[in-house]
């Protein structure tokens, strides 16, 4: 079974301040993935990643940085945090050929910025 | 780009009754299609995945029909239980394509 794990599964942050999530997988997959879920949006992509090194803009990527140092880390940076990023987020896996769109979630962070 | 509409966004039932969510997609170049589970403070969990060629998909209590004519994906529980009470996501993406687009979600109730 594949296993996503992400840190931390709680924060409060300060407007203005620099938050980061991270995210660890021991499937070995390419493909990562950061969403944010919000009520009546479903899950919209932030950021993702092919594997180390690149990151790649998705959908909703305006004041959200990411960084992918390993195949197993991928990171969601915040650098100055406003109270509209207060949401849950979601880091996700995905291998590649015929399994690459499946897709393996961690069990969210949850964000709240005051 | 792909874009999914979901319905209902909430459906609450009783046990042993049957639940139908559906969703309806824009891409007919759509090639997989998903369902996920969310449970109250989880991730998502894959239900089924269906493939474009392959119109019906049952599993344990629920089945998953693909209308690719009329560009809908739909589940339907067939008796409901209330281990069944969750967040359910259809998802949809293209060949060969990275990009996994979801539906708003349905949060069901089953009641006993």
């Known amino acids: 079974e594949a296993a996503v794990t992400q840190s931390p599964r709680n924060k409060v942050a300060v407007t203005g301040g620099k938050v980061t999530l991270s995210c660890n997988q021991t499937?070995?997959?390419?493909?990562m993935y950061w969403y944010r879920q919000d009520t009546g949006h479903g899950l919209r992509l932030i950021h993702y990643?092919?594997?180390?090194?690149?990151?790649e803009k998705g959908d909703i990527p305006d004041g959200y940085k990411a960084s992918r140092p390993s195949q197993e880390n991928f990171s969601l940076i915040l650098e100055l945090a406003t109270p509209s990023q207060t949401s849950v987020y979601f880091c996700?896996?995905?291998?590649?050929?015929?399994?690459?769109?499946?897709?393996?979630f961690g069990a969210g962070t949850r964000l709240s910025v005051l | 780009g792909e874009q999914v509409e979901q319905r209902p966004p909430h459906l609450s039932v009783r046990e042993g009754d049957s639940a139908v969510i559906i969703c309806t997609y824009t891409?007919?170049?759509?090639?997989?299609f998903f369902w996920y589970k969310q449970e109250p403070g989880a991730g998502l969990q894959l239900l089924m995945k269906?493939?474009?060629?392959?119109e019906i998909n049952e599993g344990q209590g629920f089945t998953v029909l693909l209308n690719k004519k009329d560009k809908q994906l739909s589940l339907n529980l067939t008796a409901a239980h209330p281990g069944d009470s969750a967040v359910y996501f259809c998802?949809?993406?293209?060949?060969?394509?990275?990009?996994?687009?979801f539906g708003s979600g349905t949060r069901l109730l089953v009641s006993p």
């Open positions: 996700a896996s995905g291998g590649t050929g015929p399994s690459q769109n499946t897709l393996y």
């Open positions: 499937n070995n997959h390419n493909n």
């Open positions: 990643s092919y594997g180390a090194g690149s990151t």
């Open positions: 891409d007919p170049n759509s090639y997989y």
């Open positions: 269906v493939f474009s060629s392959t």
């Open positions: 998802a949809v993406t293209g060949t060969g394509g990275y990009k996994v687009v």
